[in-house]
């Protein structure tokens, strides 16, 4: 397995700051937001005796709350469709593993959340980037440089969105791009909306999960949960 890029780093940055150095970091996507004080209340009131396994797909309140949450986004889910992983990498992983063989390819756009990597090494997929750049400000490729990239193993495109680490959110016109070459060649589309509530200036997230005729070919990867 490789190392996490962003691990890896870490022993230069505190040798850097044992030097004197001034190190800005940017590598842990953390926010400045206070925990909610009704959470904090919560784990500080727990008072059950034995913290026992939860089910396998995840509480089923929790997961009814999602369904609730998904539902007054406009997309209609039910709890049953809902599994709980710890966090959204996690999700990603198992998702492959499920939906994927040794040595069929996922095509991504790059620049990537660089464990990406390591997920399709685990799952002996293997990755096929497909780049945008600065100038377009990272918006989606056009549809024929998909076309180019695909392929008897191709089997899925996996997006961030918003992109992590470039912050671009695609717009309904992009996703609806994606749904039609999903379709037109069989494929899963995993969608990593992890930062689906930082969307800044009045813009709009649109998951995957509005985009119709996907039923099949939809995964979609919402929350990352670092503690339970």
């Known amino acids: 397995m490789p190392e996490s890029p962003i691990r890896k780093l870490v022993p ?5 700051i044992e030097a004197g150095n001034e190190v800005i970091h940017l590598n842990i996507g953390q926010p400045d937001i206070e925990t909610p004080e009704v959470a904090l209340n919560a784990i500080k009131n727990f008072d059950k005796k034995v913290i026992e396994y939860s089910h396998s797909a995840g509480f089923e309140s929790y997961r009814k709350g999602l369904a609730k949450y998904y539902r007054g986004k406009g997309i209609d889910v039910d709890h049953n469709d809902i599994i709980v992983t710890n966090g959204g ?4 992983l198992f998702a492959m593993m499920t939906c994927f063989n040794p040595e069929d390819e996922v095509i991504v756009p790059e620049p990537f959340y660089a464990n990406y990597n390591a997920f399709a090494l685990e799952a002996g997929v293997i990755l096929r980037p497909i780049t945008t750049y600065l100038k377009d400000s990272y918006a989606l490729p056009p549809i024929e440089d998909f076309r180019e990239l695909i392929n008897d193993r191709t089997r ?5 969105n ?3 680490p470039t912050g ?3 717009n309904q016109e992009e996703l609806e791009t994606l749904r039609k070459i999903v379709l037109a060649h069989d494929l899963f589309l995993f969608a990593d909306e992890v930062y689906r509530e930082f969307c800044y200036d009045g813009a709009e997230h649109y ?6 005729g996907l039923e099949n070919h939809a995964n979609h990867c919402r929350f990352r949960i670092k503690a339970l």
């Open 207 to 212: 998951s995957i999960l509005s985009l119709e």
């Open 156 to 160: 899925g495109i996996l997006i961030c």
């Open 12 to 16: 230069y940055a505190e040798a850097a």
């Open 162 to 164: 918003p992109g992590n």
């Open 89 to 92: 990498s996690e999700a990603i």
């Open 168 to 170: 671009y959110l695609y």
